[in-house]
């Protein structure tokens, strides 16, 4: 696995053992990030469910200015840790452990706000519903947040009327679906 493009373009990105995670193709990623970029000027970006890092990183190197990072598992961590480090990129990075449902609460408390996010999770171990409805009520997504999700085919996601547009929904393979959403603008 590599970066696809930007500052960063060619350099491996080391993954996280075992088969928790499950990082996102070359050539999936390179698609992904045609549809939401594929280059950005600044902002931040939150890649929840991190695994390896892949995603956030790739935002990164496409001129994203920050990306949080968060992952349940000290195996996925520990790998971030080592991808930004060996891309001398820390200094663009928040790293934390958490579940992902505390993270948002936190994240909201700290007034973060973001223009990006990843959305990754493991299947069949996320109810995306109850994820949907966490995003949508903590305040941490500027107006026109490009929110990506990962999930499978035969996953409905519950998006709310009003909040999210729906820019692109595919179905790439068997086994993985792409949604990719935009929040509205709030009080035009």
Excluded: W
């Amino acid at each position: 696995m590599r970066v696809i493009a930007g500052d960063l373009k060619g350099r491996y990105i080391k993954t996280a053992k075992g088969l928790k995670t499950r990082p996102t193709s070359d050539k999936l990623k390179e698609a992904i990030f045609h549809k939401i970029g594929p280059f950005f000027d600044g902002g931040n970006c939150l890649d929840l469910f991190a695994g390896s890092g892949s995603l956030g990183i790739e935002a990164i190197s496409r001129g994203v200015d920050h990306t949080v990072f968060i992952d349940q598992s000290i195996d996925a961590i520990r790998t971030i840790e080592q991808n930004v480090t060996q891309f001398n990129i820390k200094n663009k990075c928040e790293i934390y452990r958490n579940d992902a449902f505390r993270a948002l609460h936190i994240l909201s408390k700290k007034n973060m706000k973001f223009d990006l996010v990843l959305l990754d999770p493991p299947y069949d171990k996320i109810n995306y519903g109850k994820l949907m409805k966490a995003l949508e009520n903590v305040d941490i997504l500027n107006d026109n947040c490009i929110v990506y999700i990962e999930h499978r085919p035969d996953e409905k996601l519950s998006i709310r009327d009003g909040i999210f547009t729906i820019k692109d929904e595919k179905k790439i393979n068997s086994t993985t679906s792409i949604t990719i959403l935009e929040k509205r603008k709030m009080g035009v």
